[in-house]
Every structure is written in structure tokens, then in C-alpha cells.
């Protein structure tokens, strides 16, 4: 059952804790140079950031550390699992795009999805950087924040790697696929 408060117990925050500092030491090579204990003094910091870090984990996006932004100080996570995260495909892009569907709605879009969770979709920037720390996608694809000229045009675009390549597609902005998601960053 979800949390509407957006907090954490004590208990589902070491839990989390201690989830995330297993992924930071199984996958140093995407946050080289940094340290845990410094990660984690950040995040005690801003305990209201796990809990949009729990939704990434619950809806199995597995977030861990890719950058830290030395102007802000803060850390930032993105949605790291192989695949686009399992709990949060099959849906359209927008509530626009859902709202224009006749029939065959899909139960949600990513733009209030991602939203309600508390954090961004990533870019093709941003996806492009992801890709550069392993092999991501390549059996799913993964919804990113679509310009609003190709928006306009009723459009969005997605993401994947196939032949070890990165792909960047464009479909209806109201269509939906099982093995299409979307993938996320927090800073913290």
C-alpha cells in the first residue's frame, strides 16, 4: 500500500539504506571517486529524498549514484536496473496523450507518474550518459522527456540500445508497449 504522507519508518529507511549502499559497492564503475559514507551523510541530510528514492527502488528502477554536481553539492541518482524499470511500463506519455485514447487506456502516463514519485524523466542527455556506465535496454526501451516542438506534433521519443548502439525513436505520444518504461533522476 503506498504512503501518502511521503515518508519513510525508521525501519523501511535502513532497509533502503542499506539496499543502496549494496548497489553503490557492487557498481563502483559508475561513481568513481566517490564515497558512501559521503553519499549517505547527504542523504541523512535529506531524509525527504528517500522516499522518492524508495518509489525508484519499489517499482524496481534499482537507483544508485552516476554523478555528483560539485556547484550544488548533491548527489545524483538515476534508475540503474538492466531493463526499463518493470513497475512503471505500459503507459502513454502524457495525460494529454491518455485523455486522446479512445479505448484501450493504458492505466497511467509517465509525465504524472513520474511526478507523483518525485522525480524527472530522463533526457536523451542524460540516457546517452546512463549508456556510457553499461549496457542498459537491450531487451526494452525506455520513454524520455520529449522536446515540445516533437510534443506538439503529437509525438514523444524513447530509448533503447540494440547492437551496441544507442537508438533514439519517435511513436504516437498515446501509445503504449509492455516492454516500453521510463527512467528516472533524483537529485539529493
Request: net charge positive; proline share 3%.
Amino acid at each position: 500500500m503506498k504512503n501518502s504522507k511521503k515518508e519513510l519508518s525508521i525501519k523501511q529507511q535502513v532497509e533502503l539504506i542499506n539496499i543502496l549502499k549494496t548497489r553503490f559497492e557492487k557498481n563502483m564503475n559508475r561513481h568513481k571517486g566517490m564515497e558512501w559514507a559521503k553519499v549517505l551523510a547527504r542523504l541523512e541530510t535529506h531524509p525527504e529524498k528517500l522516499w522518492s528514492l524508495n518509489e525508484m527502488e519499489t517499482t524496481e528502477g534499482e537507483p544508485d549514484v552516476v554523478a555528483y554536481d560539485k556547484k550544488t553539492g548533491e548527489y545524483i541518482f538515476y534508475d540503474c536496473s538492466a531493463e526499463s524499470p518493470k513497475g512503471r511500463r505500459s503507459y502513454c506519455y502524457d495525460r494529454e496523450a491518455l485523455e486522446s485514447r479512445k479505448e484501450h487506456k493504458p492505466k497511467n502516463n509517465v509525465l504524472d507518474v513520474a511526478a507523483a514519485m518525485g522525480i524527472e524523466m530522463l533526457t536523451e542527455e542524460q540516457y546517452r550518459e546512463l549508456q556510457q556506465l553499461g549496457n542498459f535496454d537491450t531487451k526494452t526501451s525506455s520513454w524520455v522527456k520529449t522536446p515540445s516542438k516533437i510534443r506538439e506534433y503529437g509525438g514523444a521519443i524513447f530509448c533503447d540500445r540494440r547492437y551496441d548502439h544507442v537508438f533514439v525513436y519517435h511513436n504516437g505520444a498515446e501509445s503504449y508497449y509492455a516492454v516500453r518504461g521510463f527512467r528516472g533522476a533524483l537529485k539529493v
